[in-house]
């Protein structure tokens, strides 16, 4: 069983940046995937992105790529997403992952996730 929260999220300005955190816990939490996926009104969750349990690995979705960057901190059992040159279009809730699994953009290989925090950003 992994447990996980989000915080962070917020109403920012398009352009502008914020911070996301995860905050994991469970046995072995150490070895899971972490991953963020978001979800806009009126539409399916999409895949944000994701990192390895060693951090050796991201992957990013093409929206969000070169925006936003993924880190974990495995000393304190947390993964954050920094974003940067946001977009109205970013807005959305955003949920923390987790997986047993390596890698992965499915959602359907995750089997934890957080309650979400939602990020608005205003054009």
């Known amino acids: 069983q992994v447990h996980l929260v989000e915080s962070g999220g917020g109403l920012v300005q398009a352009g502008g940046s914020l911070r996301l955190s995860c905050a994991a816990s469970?046995?072995?939490?150490?070895?899971?995937?972490l991953g963020w996926f978001r979800q806009a009104p009126g539409k399916g969750r999409e895949f944000v992105a994701t990192?390895?349990?060693?951090?050796?690995?991201?992957y990013y979705g093409d929206s969000v790529k070169g925006r936003f960057t993924i880190s974990r901190d495995r000393a304190k059992n947390t993964v954050a997403l920094q974003m940067n040159s946001l977009k109205s279009e970013d807005t959305a809730v955003y949920y923390c992952?987790?997986?047993?699994?390596?890698?992965?953009?499915?959602?359907?290989?995750?089997?934890?996730w957080g309650q979400g925090t939602q990020v608005t950003v205003s054009s």
């Open positions: 469970g046995r072995d939490v150490n070895m899971y995937t």
């Open positions: 990192i390895s349990w060693n951090g050796g690995t991201t």
């Open positions: 992952a987790s997986s047993i699994r390596s890698t992965s953009r499915a959602e359907a290989t995750y089997d934890y």
